[in-house]
Structures are given as structure tokens and as C-alpha cells.
């Protein structure tokens, strides 16, 4: 069924409701109306990086972990995945009558905001920092969510809609400044891919205001550019209770009523929240009108219609034995190995179990639960800790002792105890250990969402880079024994790690790699897997480096406009086995008018088989409202033979080649340009710690 035969069918059904009916269908459970056989229906469905908050589910690794990756098809058979299991888990639910919260097929994601700043607790939730990356993997999540079929199988959201990235304490009342320029070049482009590639079906706005208007009820975003500009045919949701802040936060409003009527008005079709119970009075009061209501409801049962929730489909046949089969676990491992980040190896990994007697596994994260999963996660049928698939992967020959060291954040483990109660444990084990495998970072108790479940900082952000005090001291303590240190990071975020890259012989980032991370993480440091992610953020050196974090421009922010070195840059990520790229070239003519192409290949020169991410820069040089740098505009991920070469042909689009003005335009400005084509981004430090530099292509259009 197209979207015009869904259209038809929803105006006909719709046109037989009264105006109380009709309202009550544009809240997020909206009820049943049995006398036209409408079932209810609950909007609020969650499927960041598995299907969330609906009972058990295969869980990938966290959003920020597949952003690593650089893969889009790994995005995209995820997404078909969590398809795969919604459908099991409706139809079960639905035959016995459960069409609770949660357990629909509207899912409100993927979460393509921009990573701006690594404070904000919810960046784990996107896929970096970068317009582009984000705008791939984006497309990329809403295909294989909705498939292709004649029938929709999920409904994704593009969220939040936009210029959102903290701080989560003022979200409610904050307004985001923001230039036109930033605004195009920055905040709206994944957001443009995923309306006009992918056809999103739905649109989630901010709770912020931008520019003074509320993103949720945003007449420039939700009607001049989402559905005039770029020919937006979905719905539009709000965000949870964010119609409130209208009224008594953002005070654009004074009541209920016209809250809802502003939102309305801007083309908010959904409401998380309960403002437009206060629908019909708005109507009665001359604040909107009847056929503003008919026309939301007709494009919310548009998509139900899409769905096939009316009439049935063949996807009312996927059985409940979908969910967590072995295929789709098989995945997670996968996409777990590939999110993991390299940072640090002085030669230490791969380990290798004959050379071993002994390892210590010391941390807070090492046996955490709560260290695999990040925020809008699912319930797992087995979760596997790094210290679990330590324990099964060194196998009985490795001794294996184990402290945890020190609390996530408080400063002793028992309550009566002093402060420190578990570092004698943990240099006792690591004197004891060839080798320490030390696993430290953060959980969703530490940074996510304001007043998140399990969030106890409040607002879920974070005020520095650094790890919580006890860890720090943790640090210190085993770094003193002398023993080779491999540190473990799991957190959905930028930490500082100047002294671990000091102290510690290597360094894994495993982000939050879902319930059965440790496995993969163990897999990897014993060499059984590569490491297989690049940082799709920046890991600054401090806070300090950073403007104010209520400062939306983006000057100074990201690799695309920062001055500074950084710590371990964008892009960057090291393998087992060393690439090279022997050859880089622009195929054919350049031109606005068409996409480029460049065909790369590249060497292994190492003794194991791996896969590297191939990354294209481009440099406008003489374009005078450029960016400050380079921005990546192509990527592809590519396996290599130990010894051998491999070539892939890159696009990138013709949409690079243009320049966003100080009034938000594309246009064509400037002629010649370079290329960096390389496993890394141009810069220094990316230089220096692999030891090759990208191949450099100018070229210049006529």
C-alpha cells in the first residue's frame, strides 16, 4: 500500500469520527473507538540499539558504539533486526490483548542530534559528532527499520528536531542561538537525509526552544523547512510532556489551551504528554480549527495504515521465536567487535594464552551489568561481563583474579568501611597477574537523560571529562605496580585519558557493547576478533578546550572547527594488523553538477587478516565562508588479507562540493579543492600515532 492509498483510507475513517474522537487520537494512547473498530494504540515505542523497554530483545551495542563502527549495512541489518523482533513481540502482545506503552511499531528513533559537546549525558544516544557520518548511518537505520516492503514494518523517528544537545538541567526552559550558517551546515543535514533519502516516517521535536520559538511548536522548522522545503509527508510527535514547557517554562504561552494551539498550529501532529486533552477546548475558544484536527488525525492513521495495523499483514506472521535468535545474536557480537575502539597498543594485544599464567581483572566495570547496556536499552536473556568472557575465553590454563577495585563514583564499596576499601584487593590481585585488564568508565547512572530511570546526577550530564575521583585513584594505585595495564574503557562518551596514555600499555574503548559485550571484548583482547571502530567523536584534551557549554555555535567545536590538538581524534582508531594506502585517485572530470569518486587501495602490511575504514576529507580552499577545516565526506569499510591488497571505489556526493553561506544557503562558491584520502583524518596527532598521513588530491573545477 503507497502513502496515497494509505491517505484515502485514513480521510474515509477519519471523516466518520466526531471532533472528541478525533482529538483523542492525537495523544500518544490514544484509545480504542470501537464503534468504527479502532483498536488503541500506544505511539511511545523505544528501539535506539535493540527493541527497548518491552521485555526481552536483542540488545546491540549502544548508538554511539554503532556510530564507530563507520558501517552502514551493520546499521541497517540492525535496524532490520529490531524490525524483525517488534513484529514478534506485537503480535504476541496484541493477541492477548497487551497494547501497553512500549509495544507498538512506531519506534521514536534514531537519535540524529549532533554530539556538539562531550558534557551532554545523552550523546551516547547518536552517532558522533559529525553532520555526515550521522546523516549515512541515519538513512541507513530508517531503511532497515521500515524495510521496502508493500507494507511499512516499523515506523522510524528522526529525532529531536532540532539544534538539541544540552544542557539536559535546562532543557525545558533554554533557548539555543544559533546561526543560519551553523544551523545548515551542522544541525539540519541528517535530519534533511533522513526526510529525503530515507523517508522517515515520523519527526520528533526538541524540548529547547531554537531561536526563540519551542522546537515542538516551531512554525520554521516544522512548517517552513520540514514540510515546505523539504516536502515532509509523515507526522510529527512531540517530545514527552515538552508542550508544558510552553506554558511554564518557556512562558511563549499562558495556558493549556494555547499551548496545544501553538503546537497544532506549527503542524505537531502527536502529543507525548497530555496537552491535547485540552484539544477540543481550544477549538471551542476560536484558537483552532476543526479541520487543523481532522488533518492530523488523517496523517496519524495514514501510518497506521502504512503499518498495516488496520488491515493486517504479512508480518502478522513472524513469530515470536524471532526474537533473540541465534542469527540475531550472532549480529550483536558483531557489531559489538566492530564498535570497539583501538587507542592505545604498545604491542601488548593481541594477548596470547600460552604466555600467560596469570590476569587480573580489577574495576567497576569489569562485572557490571550496568556497564554493557547505556540508556534505552532492553531486557537481555544472558548478559556476559568482561570479567564472564574473560573467564571463557582465557579458559582454564589463565589464572584469573578479580577485584572490583573501587565503586563507579562513591568513594568506598561498603558503607562502613574507609574510603579506598578495595584498592589493597586490587594492587594485591594485580602483583599477583602477567597482566592487568583494568575496566573503568561510566553507566547510565552516571550520564543520560534528565531524571532518566537508574539516573541519580540529576540532569545527566557530565561537569568535566575526568573518570570519578575513586577511579582515578584506582588508576594510580595499579599503574604502581609495574605491571603491564590494558585499560578497558566503557562509557558512551569522551573521557580524559592523558594518563592512561602515559601509565597503561594499551587502551580499548568497548563504549557500552550491549548485553553480551564482554564476550566480544574478550574476543578481541585475545585476538580472536579485531578491534574494529574509529571514534566518531572527539576526545578532547579537557573541558577547558571547549566554549560554554550553552553556546551553540560551533566555533572551536568538533574536528570541523576546532583549533586545538586533540587527545585522540575523530576518525581515529587503531587494528591488529597495520594498513597502508598505496593509492588514492579522482576518477574522472569534477564537476558541481555530479558526484566524485575516488578509488583507493590499500596494503595490509601485517600477518592478520582485518577490515579498516577507508575516510575521505575535503578541503575548500578558497572558499571564503568554508569551514575552519576539513570534513569527512566519504567512508567505506573494507577487509584486507595479511599481505595483500584491496581497492574500493568511494562517492562522494555533489552536495560536498557546496559551501553553506552566513544566510544558510548552498551555494557555489570557490574552485579548488583538496582531498584527504587516508584511514584517519589530516591532522598531527592522527600523524603521529599511526604513522602515515593521508593521501593528499587536489583538483580544481572549471
Request: hydrophobic share 40%; proline share 4%; glycine share 8%.
Amino acid at each position: 500500500m503507497n502513502r496515497i492509498e494509505a491517505r484515502k483510507k485514513a480521510e474515509v475513517l477519519v471523516s466518520k469520527m466526531t471532533l472528541e474522537e478525533k482529538s483523542s487520537q492525537l495523544k500518544f494512547n490514544a484509545p480504542a473507538i470501537r464503534r468504527l473498530g479502532v483498536p488503541a494504540y500506544n505511539w511511545w515505542c523505544e528501539a535506539l540499539h535493540g527493541v527497548a523497554r518491552a521485555g526481552t530483545a536483542t540488545m546491540f551495542p549502544q548508538a554511539i558504539g554503532m556510530g564507530a563502527s563507520f558501517d552502514r549495512k551493520l546499521v541497517r541489518d540492525m535496524a532490520a533486526v529490531i524490525a524483525e523482533e517488534a513484529r514478534a513481540k506485537y503480535n504476541a502482545y496484541s493477541k492477548h490483548g497487551d497494547r501497553d506503552i512500549y509495544k507498538g511499531l512506531t519506534f521514536w528513533a534514531p537519535n540524529v542530534n549532533i554530539f556538539r559537546d562531550p558534557r551532554w549525558g545523552r550523546g551516547q544516544e547518536t552517532y558522533g559528532e559529525d553532520p555526515f557520518l550521522t546523516s549515512r548511518l541515519g538513512v541507513s537505520y530508517v531503511e532497515g527499520l521500515q524495510g521496502k516492503g508493500p507494507v511499512m514494518k516499523a515506523a522510524a523517528c528522526a529525532k529531536h528536531f532540532a539544534v538539541h544537545s544540552g544542557p539536559e538541567a535546562v532543557r525545558h526552559s533554554f533557548n539555543a542561538e544559533v546561526s543560519q550558517k551553523d544551523l545548515y551546515e551542522t544541525y539540519l543535514p541528517a535530519f534533511h537525509a533522513l526526510v529525503t533519502e530515507a523517508k522517515v516516517e515520523a519527526v520528533m521535536g526538541a524540548y529547547n526552544r531554537t531561536n526563540g520559538e519551542p522546537c515542538s511548536g516551531s512554525k520554521t522548522l516544522l512548517k517552513k523547512i520540514l514540510r515546505e522545503d523539504w516536502g515532509f509527508e509523515g507526522h510529527v510527535v512531540s517530545d514527552c510532556w515538552a508542550l508544558v514547557d510552553f506554558h511554564e517554562h518557556h512562558k511563549v504561552t499562558k495556558t493549556p489551551e494555547e499551548s496545544a494551539a501553538l503546537a497544532m498550529s506549527a503542524g505537531c501532529d502527536l502529543n507525548c504528554g497530555k496537552t491535547y486533552q485540552f484539544m477540543t477546548d481550544a477549538v471551542k475558544m476560536g484558537l483552532i480549527t476543526e479541520d487543523q484536527i481532522t488533518e492530523a488525525a488523517v496523517r496519524l492513521f495514514t501510518t497506521r495504515y502504512l503499518l498495516g495495523i488496520m488491515d493486517g499483514s504479512s508480518y502478522d506472521k513472524i513469530p515470536y521465536s524471532a526474537v533473540e535468535s541465534g542469527s540475531h545474536l550472532v549480529l550483536a557480537e558483531k557489531a559489538a567487535c566492530r564498535s570497539m575502539v583501538l587507542l592505545k597498543n604498545d604491542g601488548i594485544l593481541p594477548l596470547d594464552k600460552k604466555k600467560l599464567h596469570s590476569i587480573s581483572v580489577i574495576g567497576p566495570n569489569a562485572d557490571s551489568r550496568a556497564a554493557l547496556i547505556g540508556n534505552y536499552h532492553g531486557t537481555s536473556s544472558e548478559y556476559i561481563t568482561v570479567l564472564e568472557g574473560i573467564r571463557r575465553t582465557a579458559g582454564r590454563s589463565v589464572r584469573i583474579y578479580y577485584s572490583e577495585g573501587c565503586d563507579i563514583s562513591e568513594p568506598k564499596t561498603e558503607g562502613l568501611a574507609q574510603d579506598g576499601d578495595r584498592i589493597a584487593e586490587a594492587v594485591t590481585a594485580a602483583e599477583m597477574s602477567d597482566a592487568v585488564i583494568l575496566c573503568l568508565g561510566l553507566n547510565e547512572s552516571l550520564e543520560g537523560e534528565e531524571m532518566d530511570t537508574g539516573n541519580h546526577v540529576g540532569s545527566g550530564d557530565k561537569t568535566d571529562l575526568l573518570l570519578p575521583e575513586p577511579q582515578r585513584r584506582l588508576m594510580e594505585a595499579v599503574a604502581k605496580t609495574g605491571k603491564p595495564v590494558i585499560l578497558c574503557l566503557m562509557a558512551g562518551s569522551d573521557i580524559d585519558l592523558s594518563y592512561a596514555d602515559q601509565h597503561f600499555s594499551a587502551i580499548l574503548d568497548l563504549w557500552y557493547p550491549g548485553a553480551r559485550g564482554g564476550k566480544a571484548a574478550a574476543e578481541v583482547l585475545f585476538g580472536q576478533k579485531e578491534p574494529g571502530g574509529k571514534l566518531p567523536v572527539t576526545f578532547y584534551r579537557s573541558e577547558k578546550d571547549l566554549p560554554e557549554f550553552t553556546d551553540y555555535a560551533m566555533k572551536d567545536r568538533t574536528y570541523r572547527y576546532m583549533k586545538k590538538a586533540a587527545q585522540f581524534p575523530f576518525g581515529f582508531g587503531l587494528t591488529y594488523s597495520p594498513c597502508t594506502v598505496e593509492k588514492a585517485e579522482l576518477i574522472g572530470e569534477p564537476s558541481f553538477e555530479k558526484d566524485l569518486f575516488v578509488q583507493m587501495t590499500v596494503r595490509n602490511t601485517g600477518k592478520r587478516k582485518t577490515e579498516e575504514v577507508l575516510q575521505v576529507y575535503l578541503k575548500k580552499k578558497d572558499a571564503a565562508d568554508a569551514k575552519d577545516n576539513y570534513s569527512l565526506c566519504a567512508f567505506e569499510r573494507i577487509s584486507v588479507l595479511p599481505g595483500k591488497t584491496a581497492a574500493a571505489k568511494l562517492r562522494i556526493p555533489k552536495e560536498a562540493l557546496l559551501t553553506i553561506d552566513e544566510e544558510g544557503h548552498a551555494v557555489r562558491e570557490g574552485r579548488h579543492f583538496r582531498l584527504f584520502a587516508g584511514l584517519s583524518q589530516p591532522d598531527k596527532v592522527s600523524e603521529k600515532r599511526t604513522g602515515m598521513k593521508p593521501v593528499r588530491i587536489d583538483f580544481m573545477l572549471t
